[in-house]
């Protein structure tokens, strides 16, 4: 059974760097494609990006600017970097899986991690 | 960015059926597939639906997904204290350029 798990800082500075890391275990990130999506308290999801195992990426326009997805496939994870953050990207950030076949459907997710900009 | 339109809440008994709709346009559920997922707090969100009406191994068929023109229903028939979650519908949108979530629902067993 595939398992994600999402780590990195709980809290943020407005203005830096918001940084997150997909550690994928019981399968190979190869072959499939890895979303970011986000869900900010009280409101809806949101996809953010996803990047190829072969390192091809595609982002949500509304996030382009400010977003970087990469994998590193000797570590078997991936990773998300968004730039000069607000406290309109407070959210709860879940990674998640999709293949070729069916790009859309996320068929596992790792439970989320709560990440908050504050001072 | 929420453009496909759900009702806030659903709620029902146990055994009873209940629908949630999906509401988008031509630009994402009248042109591509859409797909369903259910939210618990604190937990790994499921894929329930894909392909408008297909269902992943392992969801059982209580849960049955359609879609007509721009718009899509999720039927969760002998409900079950189980079912209490958010639901969401999802499509790509060739306006936007993105997947798109949709409102999502809370549903609630009486």
């Known amino acids: 059974q595939v398992h994600l798990k999402e780590s990195g800082p709980r809290l943020v500075k407005p203005s830096e760097t918001l940084s997150l890391t997909c550690n994928v275990s019981?399968?190979?990130?190869?072959?499939?494609?890895w979303s970011w999506i986000r869900q900010p308290p009280g409101k809806g999801l949101e996809w953010i990006g996803y990047?190829?195992?072969?390192?091809?990426?595609n982002y949500n326009p509304s996030l382009k600017s400010r977003v970087s997805i990469s994998r590193d496939t000797s570590e078997n994870q991936f990773s998300l970097k968004l730039s000069s953050v607000t406290a309109a990207d407070t959210a709860v950030y879940y990674c998640?899986?999709?293949?070729?076949?069916?790009?859309?459907?996320?068929?596992?997710w790792g439970q989320g991690t709560l990440v908050t900009v504050s001072s | 960015q929420s453009v496909l339109t759900q009702p806030h809440s659903a709620s029902g008994t146990p055994g009873q059926r209940v629908t949630i709709s999906c509401s988008g346009s031509t630009s994402n559920i009248g042109v591509n597939l859409v797909y369903w997922y259910r939210l618990l707090p604190g937990t790994a969100p499921q894929l329930l639906i894909f392909r408008n009406n297909q269902r992943p191994s392992g969801v059982p068929d209580r849960f049955s997904g359609s879609k007509s023109d721009t718009s899509a229903s999720l039927a969760i028939s002998g409900l079950r204290s189980e079912d209490e979650a958010d639901y969401y519908c999802a499509a790509y949108d060739d306006s936007l350029s993105a997947y798109v979530f949709g409102t999502g629902t809370k549903v609630t067993v009486l």
């Open positions: 998640a899986r999709s293949d070729k076949i069916m790009l859309w459907a996320f068929d596992f």
């Open positions: 019981g399968g190979s990130i190869s072959g499939y494609y």
């Open positions: 990047v190829y195992y072969t390192g091809g990426t």
